[in-house]
């Protein structure tokens, strides 16, 4: 750890920005002048429409705030500058998403560049500025990138019907080369449609009898003609004004996974799925110019692209790299030097699934199914950044399916199936060294704001306490607390034997903790200057931390060793010791919540720790280290740190580049660079906006960060499994495939607060009164269920109780009593064994009632939580009184076909059933007899909610309709009263209290507030 190399000279302020959340941005010469004017008239235009959708006030002010920003600095001729805060401010701004229908009071969350399913293919438009995405939901977006939002949807491909066991559906896009038409693929079908409206221009047959789908396409560089493949294995090229076919290959016996034209529009290359490239010359004689082996060990080939000379192609897959082989001449005529291997991109862990080459050719991106995006300089095979983290369904299937690159390099897009320090008030940051001086400056303007001697030796740690006094330390092996307004030490803290690495205080200012290279840490109480305790290692402690509380302290070794010690008691005792790094753990950090801590290593890798009640932790999340280009293995990390709202982590090392991760998404949105040596240090200001980074290059840096990198909630990155109103009709919780659950205000759609901690993946949340939530779900492991009990404001995790499979939760209205449909694998059986479970509010299990032998596909329970009724895939209902823990009657043939949902009314008089086939009936459940009936989707129901006034219910198509419908004891036809045609698929639904309103979880990660007529 070179602490003693830190000499901190100068303060400099820099700004960095991110256009999208999956972006590189590889370094290029300055973009062309901005256009402030324009960008300046676009985020006018859209507040106006903003504040005309009835955002309110307080969601416009942080856009404005950036805006205000953007207009000084275009005042003072910072061109750039403004038009960064323009761009920043546009991303700020709340939005109704396009194709809303009338009746939707409220959006709570946002879906910018994003899909509801896996993205399989990306093209940006010729000038950069926008991006289309093809996607398994079956529709093609397009997306403005100056703001995120949605352009333009086309769902053609969604009206054709699936073909075999076709899951692509849409498999892939390009743009004309005017950027006015959209190719895309999917089915029997090549598609042309108008990139601006989504408008079908014209829709070409392809495949007429095979049931084998198109994947790939790509335009000619003079847009004339298209080339189409597709799992058939036969290369087409079609005229696109005419849309007939000017050629056609013999069949490769392979599945065609990517189309590529040269430069020149001479030569096609295709990849195919037995790891074969090959390249056409159409209207050749012999057009086959070319083919090759170009995946070691088979296994399929997945990305192709042209070098910038046509006489190369590019070309990844199974055999985890990309790499570079030599091809005919640009005009198709043979080369003594073909099928020479020229280069190989290698450093990805598994498959890589898809590639992308700037315009110049000097730059090459890979994706890959590890999760990470890699950007080479395509000359050298040298690698320049790393990327990771793609949020993901389902464990085990995180990746990168596809990615593409501006023609500039100035940006990227990929998509998938995810010590310095500052000041309590946020207004100094702290620098020192090896001159043995402490430098203070205004975090804001970057000014002197004084100096603190007193040290005999270099200063290797500090750390700013509450009450605004810093501790320092270094080789002279005291800690000194200063009083930074009047520069004087105030107490010296005198007890270790070797220099002091590092130094962590906790945020109630009662515990400052020093870690040293005499293998003890001690802790310190700040105020009476006295030690507390004492706690020996088996070799040097590098990093240290305090829990929220101060009844905890993380401690990381040069072992490699991580040990949590309970210091609540006074003298420390080990809570936990395990390895926490292969190469000593340089840097740790707990969160501002005391739910994660994260540890840096000298593997250079980034380790997230999950911890239970007790405070003990369990690998979570690692973030891999970052190849060395020159020595091999990982570049070495020093520094790690939370931001102040737990949603960020960043760490920094020996590459001298910061890296910001989101610790919900699993997302890197950032890597900020600025440093020319070791990065040794790192702190947020309070605000998560600004980023203070320290090194051996003399400098500290301040970074600040944009909204979307910043504090500023994003919403959920993958579709919602559930939702719930609570009981007083304010706020909603929705649960989500990315395993966070968030609180809104509905009646603002303001994000309120996320609960990211169980790893599990939430199916399913109820409100149990003011305070409390039930989530139920999966385990990672998706081998058993377990319930997470959450109390208080902020909430925090308070119980979790083992259970099966969780699948649908609900509250009596006093939160006094929970209800659960749990479903447990049973060894011999071939489906699950369900049950039903009452909790008291604390978790206390008060009864389960068993429901073997049948398979359970939807439950709805009581109001009073009295009823279970249980319906199963062959349409039968049955009844359970949960109190007595039996049957209430016999099994009730309801339906002709497997249930969707069920739905009970308050006072258990009328039951609301549903099958998958889109019939809907409400029966009377005291008769047993059907009173009224219809068919209410056409796609099939996906679910069923009853009023809790009783009055009406709603229905849930796999169609994106919802649609209510009247509700009465003496109903004798079922009308729909309303019907809601969504932009986005909705999964679930919940009442509010008095049955004005629905909130849909919808499929994108948004939910919606209907208003009900």
């Known amino acids: 750890m070179p602490f003693d190399r830190l000499t901190v000279l100068v303060l400099a302020l820099v700004s960095a920005g991110l256009v999208t959340r999956a972006a590189a941005q590889p370094e290029k010469t300055a973009d062309p002048a901005p256009d402030v004017a324009g960008l300046s008239a676009r985020y006018v235009e859209e507040r106006a429409a903003a504040a005309a959708a009835g955002f309110p006030a307080g969601r416009l002010a942080p856009a404005d705030d950036l805006a205000a920003k953007a207009a000084a600095a275009d005042k003072a001729g910072n061109a750039r500058g403004a038009a960064r805060y323009y761009r920043d401010a546009r991303w700020q701004l709340p939005y109704l998403p396009a194709g809303l229908p009338q009746h939707v009071g409220r959006v709570l969350g946002e879906s910018r560049v994003r899909h509801p399913a896996r993205v399989n293919a990306l093209a940006y438009r010729a000038d950069g500025n926008v991006l289309a995405s093809a996607s398994a939901d079956g529709t093609v977006k397009v997306w403005d990138l100056g703001n995120g939002r949605e352009l333009a949807t086309y769902r053609g491909h969604a009206a054709e019907p699936a073909r075999g066991a076709d899951v692509v559906r849409v498999g892939g896009v390009d743009f004309a080369p005017d950027g006015k038409t959209v190719a895309s693929v999917g089915g029997a079908n090549l598609h042309l449609w108008e990139a601006g409206t989504g408008k079908e221009l014209k829709v070409i047959p392809v495949i007429e009898k095979d049931d084998r789908p198109l994947k790939s396409v790509a335009f000619a560089p003079d847009g004339k003609t298209v080339a189409v493949g597709g799992d058939d294995g036969v290369l087409r090229v079609y005229d696109a004004a005419s849309g007939k076919e000017t050629f056609k290959a013999a069949g490769r016996n392979a599945r065609i996974e990517r189309v590529a034209f040269s430069p020149n529009g001479k030569l096609i290359a295709v990849a195919d799925s037995l790891g074969k490239v090959g390249v056409y010359v159409p209207g050749q004689p012999n057009p086959m110019a070319m083919s090759a082996d170009v995946v070691e060990r088979g296994g399929p080939c997945l990305g192709v692209a042209f070098a910038a000379d046509g006489r190369a192609v590019f070309t990844c897959g199974a055999d985890n790299k990309a790499r570079l082989t030599s091809g005919p001449k640009a005009d198709g005529s043979a080369d003594p030097g073909t099928l020479t291997n020229l280069k190989e991109y290698a450093g990805h862990t598994n498959v890589v699934t898809d590639l992308a080459l700037t315009a110049d050719g000097k730059t090459l991106v890979t994706g890959s199914a590890d999760g990470t995006v890699r950007v080479w300089e395509a000359g050298s095979g040298k690698q320049i950044r790393l990327f990771q983290g793609h949020a993901t369904e389902v464990a085990g299937e995180s990746g990168v399916s596809a990615v593409a690159v501006r023609a500039d390099g100035r940006q990227a897009a990929s998509a998938g199936a995810d010590g310095s320090t500052v000041s309590a008030d946020g207004k100094l940051v702290a620098t020192a060294g090896a001159d043995k001086t402490i430098r203070l400056y205004d975090a804001e303007t970057g000014t002197a704001a004084g100096e603190l001697k007193g040290h005999a030796a270099a200063v290797t740690a500090l750390a700013f306490l509450p009450d605004g006094k810093l501790a320092s330390a270094g080789g002279d092996r005291v800690v000194k607390l200063w009083d930074t307004a009047t520069k004087a ?14 130094l962590a205080g906790g945020p109630e200012g009662k515990l400052l903790v020093s870690a040293a290279a ?212 304010k706020t ?282």
């Open 489 to 502: 030490v105030v107490k010296e803290l005198a007890g270790h034997d070797l220099p002091v690495l590092a």
């Open 518 to 729: 005499d293998r003890t840490a001690r802790g310190w109480d700040p105020a009476a200057g006295k030690a507390l305790w004492t706690w020996t290692a088996k070799s040097a402690v590098c990093g240290v931390a305090v829990r929220v509380g101060a009844k905890q302290v993380a401690a990381g070794a040069a072992d490699g060793s991580l040990t949590v010690l309970d210091v609540s008691a006074g003298e420390p005792k080990e809570l936990w010791t395990g390895s926490g790094h292969t190469a000593g753990v340089a840097s740790v950090a707990y969160a501002p919540d005391g739910s994660l801590l994260a540890t840096a290593g000298g593997d250079g890798a980034l380790q997230l720790w999950t911890l239970d009640e007790a405070g003990k932790p369990s690998q979570g999340h690692r973030f891999d280290g970052q190849p060395r280009a020159d020595k091999g293995g990982y570049s070495p990390l020093s520094a790690v740190v939370f931001s102040p709202d737990g949603r960020f982590v960043a760490a920094t090392g020996a590459d001298a580049v910061i890296r910001v991760f989101d610790v919900q998404t699993k997302v890197e949105v950032r890597g900020l660079r600025g440093h020319t040596e070791w990065a040794t240090a790192l702190a947020f200001g309070p605000g998560g906006r600004l980023l203070v980074s320290g090194g051996a290059d003399q400098k500290a840096l301040a970074f600040e960060l944009t909204p979307q990198e910043g504090a500023t909630p994003v919403g959920h990155m993958l579709k919602l499994n559930a939702v719930a109103v609570s009981a007083d009709g």
């Open 732 to 1013: 909603a919780a929705t649960a989500s495939a990315d395993k966070t659950v968030k609180l809104w205000e509905l009646a603002t759609g303001r994000e309120l607060e996320t609960l990211a901690g169980p790893t599990d993946t939430p199916l399913a949340v109820a409100f149990l009164g003011a305070d409390r939530l039930a989530v139920g779900g999966i385990t990672s492991t998706r081998a058993s269920g377990q319930l997470h009990f959450w109390k208080g404001k902020p909430a925090r995790l308070v119980n979790t109780v083992t259970a099966g499979e969780v699948y649908a939760l609900a509250a009596t209205a006093d939160g006094a009593k929970l209800a659960a449909w749990t479903a447990r694998a049973v060894q011999g059986e071939t489906v699950k064994a369900s049950s039903y479970e009452l909790f008291d509010a604390d978790g206390k299990a008060v009864a389960s009632v068993p429901d073997r032998g049948r398979d359970v596909r939807a439950v709805a329970f009581a109001a009073d939580l009295s009823w279970a009724a249980a319906g199963d895939d062959k349409g039968v209902v049955r009844l359970w009184d949960l109190g007595a823990k039996e049957k209430a009657g016999g099994d009730w043939q309801l339906l002709d076909d497997a249930v969707a949902d069920l739905g009970l009314t308050a006072d258990k008089k009328l039951l609301v059933a549903a099958d998958g086939n889109g019939a809907v009936k409400v029966a009377d459940v005291a008769k047993r007899a059907v009173l009224a009936s219809a068919e209410a989707h056409k796609a099939g129901v996906r679910g069923v909610v009853v009023s809790p006034t009783g009055d009406s219910f709603v229905t849930i198509g796999a169609d994106r309709e919802v649609k209510a419908w009247p509700l009465a004891a003496n109903l004798t036809e079922l009308k729909p009263a309303r019907v809601w045609a969504l932009p986005t698929g909705v999964t679930a639904a919940a009442y509010a209290p008095d049955g004005k309103s629905v909130v849909t979880a919808n499929a994108d990660g948004t939910a919606y507030v209907l208003t009900m007529p």
